[in-house]
């Protein structure tokens, strides 16, 4: 079934993880993808559907504003309208409170907030112009539940929640959709790096710290993604959707 046929989507932080998940079912629910990171070495992992002329690739970072100007032209000049943002661009950094330092707290801020507000003022008008469209904002449950020594994260992702409500508010009356995503543990490239030498039995260790006994995978948070971005969810908007089996239920 292509949900998302004639589309045309724009996808942050696209060549690894939840990003290169979203981007690769997008494709293959029948969107063209713009996909955008900062490592344009990483952009080996997408050439496939570059070479199928699925996607493009714009190395960006979404945290500055000139950059957006660039990916919004690159996507109308491959394909000539923006339907979808995903905001999914974003870093983490874990430290007690005592050990965080005010430039920490501003690059999650940046990292977290100010490039998912660039994100969506820029294709804001696209959207409207276009009798609406829809925004996807990934955004962590660690955003409403805070854990241990994530403060600066979790204060980040929190705000960034807050501003996709915001969002949904304003952009109700323009057919402009928009949605939180609020991944729980997934298995993703950045906890395969932080599992040691034996990433199977961290994996398994982590699992029963999850209500339905697994880790979630990439791929799982992109079809939660794809369906909010998708016309089957077009009386959704401003809400937080967690993908955590279960965390968030208690």
Known sequence: MSLLAGKVA???????????????LMAAHGAKVTITGRDRGRADAIRPLVERGEAIFVQQDATH?????????????????VDILVNNAGRIIVKPLAQLSHEDMRLMLAANLDAAFLGMRAVWPLLAE????????????????????GLAYSAAKGAQQALTKAAAREGAV?????????PGLIWSDGWQRMAGPEPDKTKAGLAPTIP?????????????IVFLASDQARAI????????GGKSAG
Do not use: C
Request: proline share 1%.
């Open 65 to 81: 504003e000139t950059t957006w100007d660039l990916v919004v032209t690159a996507t109308l000049h491959a394909f000539g309208r």
């Open 212 to 224: 339905l006994q697994r880790v979630g995978e990439p791929r799982e948070v992109a079809e939660a």
């Open 174 to 182: 323009l057919n402009i959709r928009v949605n939180s995503i609020l």
């Open 10 to 24: 724009i996808v942050t932080g696209g060549t690894a993880g939840i990003g290169r998940a979203t981007a690769e």
């Open 237 to 244: 908007t401003g809400v937080d959707w967690a993908v955590d």
């Open 130 to 149: 276009g009798g609406g469209g829809a925004i996807v904002n990934v955004s962590a449950l660690m955003g409403e539940r805070a854990v241990g020594i």
